[in-house]
């Protein structure tokens, strides 16, 4: 990654903006700050003037301020007060005096091994400059560069990227997002720092040999690195991959909900080889700008995290008189019989069907200086004029439910495993052990009670009357091969500091009622794998507290799949845009790291969407598609306010009163049909 440079000291005195001198290299180094690695620069073009600014980055972080203040006189006040229609005014208006734009610093290599510098040109990302004023801008820019130094535009988002299609590359040579960070050699995925012993695996074959033989194997005070980490990977102080992964992958929303580092680091093995790291000591940093991993001389003297002392406990569930019911039939307080993901599929059955939720609280949060953002609500809604509150929430629900479907299927409760696990003396004396074993901290037998167990529930009979309750509950499935999936739903995830993203199983090729009985069992026995009881003991969910229900949906053949969640992983503060994931077929593919998926960032607030990676497909998708998965985006928004947010009460699905809830955001997997409609098929938490 480049070096940081010297950011000058902010304030008047300091300011070193330059107005109407062409930009040399030694200039642009003066003024430039460092963004996410990268020298950077802000310009603003006057097309009154016909001149343009170069800002002096420590003393004007921001155009709109720079522009108001020091070019048309106004005051940070009268700005603010009126600050939507001032951005659309140089953002959005066709006619616009004022071009804004960031001129950045890159290298690659040439054929001949130099090193090669250019700079690349691009404006904010929710600025919808058509073809003309693109051309103009590069135009405008190039004439005042350095002759030696190369330029090429950047479209900030797709509209901008459509424009471009009608203009020569000769005109206003380009580059794509994805194409000028798609081969960073190190990419930040959770910011975070960690102290501890580095443990580099270069293949996952050496990564299970030295689990299975290293005794007490991995532990909290491991930095684990290697190309792609494992689901199973244990709870440690660090990730590393070497090879690309995409940010909503399992281990990455661990990573998240455990506040523990994680990066693409791509010049591992260069750095190891230089600095000795494998299995040294290291102080590993992550941030937006910053990836840094510094060998320590001595062993340091750590503390256990918090982790270990922490104790969640669980609400006690109903077990009593639970039926089989059908997922619209449940809502969010059936978590304590159902499980978590049931009750909020459940959930949103009623959000899409009674229409009465209020899904525009993340848009009534203050945004200083704004008080609200529901004029950019109404406007991503279409509505011409300023509704009222009443209308706003109408459209919003109404766009909802227009937009995606929630899926058929049963929920099984929990007071179905408990018979079933009471019908089997064999599995009550498995079960014992397991605690006792737990009790003692008896680790060393801990995993093969585990394995034992699984074993045993798989191939115990299920009771006839659960068979029964099962086989009555269901209708015939949509899919004429009669498909079925099965996910897990337990009372022991999805919650504050315990996700338990990709610990429980789920079934995606079930058919015939011999293979459901048994992909219910495998989700069973999922809740007693030897990785599954650890994670809970660590953080003191006790085995007693701990239910399993089930999930039966229909299988629904799907051209695409994938994963939003509603932030930016990566940078927390930016309350604009979703991360979403995507790949042909399910959305398993995307979280299990089997594909890497294409990535695309979606603004729900100004609107607009921009590609980050294309994965491991060969080209994007089509513009319909995307504008389609712009309207998902935003459905994956409204929603957070319900799931997220104060309105469902301490009872309801976020489980908090906190007026600051409908900030946290949702994690979502759906799928595109072959029907050609948006279904859901998990709603939950995203990890924090």
Known sequence: MSAPLLTPPAGPAADRTVVGENLSLPLFRTLSGVLAGHP???????????????????????????????????????LDADLDAFNASVYMDPGRRFLLGVLSLHADEEADGRERSFLVLETTEADTMHGELLELFYEF??????????????????????????????????????ELFGTRTRTPLNPGEATGRLRYFRTHDAYTAYTAAADPGLGWADIVAMPCLPDDVPRVAGFLNTAP?????????????????????????????????????????????????????????????????QRIRLEPPLLEDTPVLALHRLRAADRDRYGTKAANLGELHHVLDSRTADLTAFYGRPRPPREDLYGHLAARLGLDAPPTVAELRAAAAGFVART??????????????????????????????????????????????????????????????????????????????????????????????????GVYDSVTTVRGTGELLDAVRQVWASL?????????HQVGISLDDTYMGVIIQEYVPASLGGVLVTCDPTRREDFRNVYLNCSPGS????????????????NTVEGGGRTVALGSWGGGLDASTRARLADLSLTGRL??????????????????????????????????????????????????
């Open 40 to 78: 950077y620069l802000k310009v603003v073009v006057d097309r009154a003037e016909n001149t343009w600014h170069l800002l002096d980055t420590g003393a004007h972080p921001f155009h709109v301020d720079y522009i108001a203040t020091r070019v048309l006189g106004m005051d940070l006040t009268a």
């Open 141 to 178: 820019v190039r004439t005042r560069l350095d002759a030696r130094l190369p330029l090429l535009l950047k479209p900030a988002n797709h509209g901008q990227e459509e424009e471009l299609t009608a203009i020569s590359e000769l005109r206003v040579p380009r580059i794509l997002s994805h």
């Open 245 to 309: 992964i995409t940010p909503l992958s399992h281990t990455n929303v661990l990573a998240s909900g455990w506040g523990i580092p994680n990066a693409i680091v791509r010049d591992l093995d260069q750095l190891v080889e230089r600095d000795g790291l494998d299995g040294a000591w290291i102080r590993y940093r992550v941030r937006e700008d910053e990836i840094s991993l510094e060998r320590l001389d001595h062993e340091p003297a750590l503390r256990a995290p918090a982790w270990h002392q």
């Open 404 to 501: 995606v479907d929630a899926p058929d299927g049963v929920a099984l409760p929990f007071a179905l495993q408990q018979h079933f696990l009471a019908s089997s003396p064999a599995l009550q004396q498995g079960i014992g052990k397991l605690k006792m074993a737990l009790e003692l901290d008896a680790f060393d037998v801990l995993d093969s009670l585990c394995l034992q167990l699984q074993h045993l529930v798989r191939h115990t009979p299920v009771p006839e009357s659960v068979t029964r309750q099962i086989g009555q509950a269901l209708t015939a499935p949509a899919d004429p091969d009669g498909r079925l999936v099965v996910r897990s739903s337990s009372n022991a995830e999805d919650l504050p500091g315990f996700s338990a993203a």
């Open 528 to 536: 007693l794998s030897p990785r599954s009881v650890r994670l809970r």
């Open 587 to 602: 959305p398993e593919q995307v979280v299990d790291g089997s594909v890497l998926p294409q990535q695309y960032l979606y």
């Open 639 to 688: 929603l957070q306010s319900h799931f997220s947010g104060p309105v469902a009460g301490p009872g309801g699905p976020a489980g908090s009163d906190d007026p600051d809830g409908v900030d946290r955001p949702l994690d979502i997997e759906w799928l595109l049909t072959d029907r050609g409609g948006f279904r859901l098929v998990q709603i939950r938490p995203y990890a924090l």
